[in-house]
């Protein structure tokens, strides 16, 4: 089950309007940017996608740890995704 744009709390920006997916693959040294709702969603999807539990439930737990806990220095990708799976360590 993906994680997609209804089930997200937080505004967000959005760059594609025709629908077309501008993230995919694997997480990687590019910056990550908390209001961009495309990146958001690819960063919650392969966080569900590399744990037992994806429901939208645990997609918005991910939303909410990025927008309070997630540091505002510049971050890439990478570096997100591996803070994120450390916390959600920490809360399981």
């Known amino acids: 089950m993906a994680f997609s ?16 997916i ?3 693959g694997q997480p990687s040294r590019r910056l990550f940017n908390r209001w961009n709702g495309e990146q958001v969603l690819f960063i919650i999807n392969l966080i569900l996608d ?16 990025i927008i309070n806990k997630l540091p505002f220095e510049s971050s890439s990708e990478l570096t ?3 803070w994120l799976q450390k916390e ?4 399981a």
Request: charged share 25%.
């Open 88 to 91: 959600i360590m920490v809360q």
């Open 5 to 20: 744009k209804e089930h997200l709390e937080g505004l967000y920006n959005w760059s594609s309007e025709n629908g077309t």
């Open 80 to 82: 997100v995704f591996n």
């Open 22 to 24: 501008t993230f995919d």
């Open 50 to 65: 590399s744990s037992e539990s994806s429901s939208i439930e645990q997609g918005r737990k991910i939303e909410r740890l």
